[in-house]
C-alpha cells in the first residue's frame, strides 16, 4: 500500500500535477484506491472513499477487445459524478478543517515511485457505509464503498 509521504495545507499545481501524472502512471498496478478524509487536529480518520479496481486480464495479457462505447461510458461516469454529488445529503458535514491522503493498494512485487510510503489502511471503527454505482469500461470494473464516522452513533 502507497501514500504520499507529507500531508500539507496547499498543494499546487505543479505539484498536484505530479501526484496526478505519479498515480495514473501506477493505475494499471493498482487494485484498490482510498481517498482518505481525516481531522487535520487530531488525524481522526472521517470518511474513506473506497475504489476497488478490477481489470480484465484477458484485455491486458492477451490483448482480447472488449467494446463499450464512449457514450456509454460517459453515461456511467455521469451517473456516478451525480452520486457523489448528492452524497452531501446523507454524509454528515465536516466542520472542522481537514486533510487528506491517497492510499494505493498493490501487488507486493509491484515497484512503487520511491516518494510513495508504507501506510496503515486508516480504518474507521464501526463506520457506516454506502454503496455507490459500479463504472465498468469493458476493461476497468471500479466498484465504490464509502465509510463514514457517524458521531451520532458513538452518542448513543
Known amino acids: 500500500m502507497g501514500s504520499r509521504t507529507a500531508t500539507k495545507d496547499i498543494i499546487t499545481l505543479r505539484g498536484s500535477a505530479a501526484i496526478v501524472s505519479e498515480f495514473f502512471g501506477m493505475l494499471f498496478c493498482q487494485q484498490r484506491v482510498v481517498l482518505v478524509i481525516m481531522s487535520k487536529a487530531t488525524n481522526e480518520v ?3 472513499w473506497n475504489f476497488s479496481i478490477e481489470t480484465d486480464s484477458e484485455v491486458v495479457e492477451k490483448g482480447v477487445s472488449r467494446e463499450k462505447s464512449d457514450k456509454e ?9 451525480r452520486q457523489i454529488a448528492s452524497s452531501i445529503t446523507y454524509l454528515p458535514c465536516l466542520d472542522e478543517p481537514c486533510v487528506f491522503d491517497v492510499l494505493a493498494y498493490t501487488d507486493k512485487d509491484v515497484a512503487v515511485p520511491f516518494t510513495w510510503v508504507e501506510s496503515d489502511p486508516k480504518l474507521i471503527a464501526n463506520p457506516q457505509m454506502v454503496k455507490l454505482h459500479s463504472f465498468d469500461t469493458k476493461i476497468h470494473k471500479i466498484d465504490t464503498l464509502v465509510s463514514y464516522k457517524n458521531d451520532e452513533w458513538d452518542e448513543q
Not at 461510458?73 to 459524478?81: D, K, L, N, S, V
Open 73 to 81: 461510458i460517459m453515461r456511467e461516469i455521469q451517473a456516478i459524478m
Open 46 to 48: 472521517l470518511e474513506r
